[in-house]
């Protein structure tokens, strides 16, 4: 039995327990009923997400999310994935983390250091870390979009993690060490 991306994304949704959002859409393959109707992102929301997925996955000896197109990437499941709640929360969360961080730090998430950056990011995760709120929603959002984008990327899947693009024999006992990368889907 051949498994695709597709199949792949499905059993790592049912294994998380279809805790992310979205994961509704992406284990029956329908869009959700209810969304809004031309929800568009302008270029400069793309550069946002992009320098937030850079944020939370930065470039090291292999490249960042930025590298993957992770913006992008973010605004085709918030359209096509989520639903009209889901995406308010999203756009409102953006919103929020765009006025919170300029006011905070007094320049643009954009413009401010990587280590401003994660500070706030980190801040927001431990501020929302135990609340059931619309601002931590948006953190878990932002942190699962990030991860399901990067390491289903081609970067992410063969510079990050130990791709091999057609697998050999079974081999139940290959040796293993931490300072392996682990194998991509």
């Not at 992310?20 to 568009?40: D, F, K, R």
């Not at 639903?83 to 765009?98: P, S, W, Y």
């Not at 643009?108 to 609340?131: C, H, I, P, W």
């Amino acid at each position: 039995m051949t498994m695709n991306r597709r199949d792949a994304l499905k059993s790592v949704m049912v294994m998380m327990g279809g805790t992310m959002v979205g994961a509704t859409a992406i284990l029956t393959g329908c869009a959700p009923e209810y969304q809004i109707e031309g929800l568009n992102f302008s270029p400069e929301d793309i550069a946002f997400l992009d320098e937030i997925g850079d944020t939370i996955i930065p470039e090291t000896d292999t490249p960042g999310a930025k590298a993957t197109g992770i913006g992008a990437f973010m605004v085709m499941m918030v359209q096509d994935t989520y639903d009209a709640d889901q995406q308010k929360t999203f756009v409102d969360g953006l919103n929020m983390i765009r006025k919170d961080f300029k006011s905070t730090n007094g320049s643009d998430f954009v413009e401010a250091s990587q280590e401003d950056r994660l500070a706030y990011l980190n801040g927001m995760n431990e501020q929302f870390k135990t609340s059931k709120g619309e601002e931590a929603a948006v953190v878990n959002m932002l942190r699962d979009l990030t991860v399901l984008g990067y390491f289903t990327s081609e970067i992410g899947a063969t510079q990050a993690l130990n791709y091999v693009e057609v697998p050999g024999k079974f081999d139940p006992c290959i040796p293993w060490s931490a300072a392996d990368k682990a194998y991509a889907i």
